[in-house]
Nanobody, 116 residues
């Protein structure tokens, strides 16, 4: 069973930056594609960025050019660098396996609030 612990969220002004981290407790991390998901109040959870086991990345259109997903297989950690944040990026952010893979249990997530 994979356990996922997200961190790095907070309150930031529009235009600001945050770096999220997700630590995975799993024997073999490097074989999995990983993704960052977010859920805003009253909305469904959506995948915003994913990274394959070999480092290929994909982003939802609304974050392209602003967010960067990366991974450190030695640390079993996936990151999300978020720049030029907008109020519509406000959500709870979660990590999990990438699209097409059976999802693990969701962690607690990390709250990102973009507000002046």
């Amino acid at each position: 069973q994979v356990q996922l612990v997200e961190s790095g969220g907070g309150l930031v002004q529009p235009g600001g930056s945050l770096r999220l981290s997700c630590a995975a407790s799993v024997t073999i991390f490097s074989i999995y594609a990983m993704g960052w998901y977010r859920q805003a109040p009253g909305k469904q959870r959506e995948l915003v960025a994913s990274i394959s086991n070999v480092g290929s990345t994909n982003y939802v259109d609304s974050v392209k050019g602003r967010f960067t997903i990366s991974r450190d297989n030695a640390k079993k950690t996936v990151y999300l660098q978020m720049n030029n944040l907008k109020p519509e990026d406000t959500a709870v952010y979660y990590c999990n396996k990438g699209p097409g893979l059976p999802l693990s249990s969701w962690g607690r997530g990390t709250q990102v609030t973009v507000s002046s």
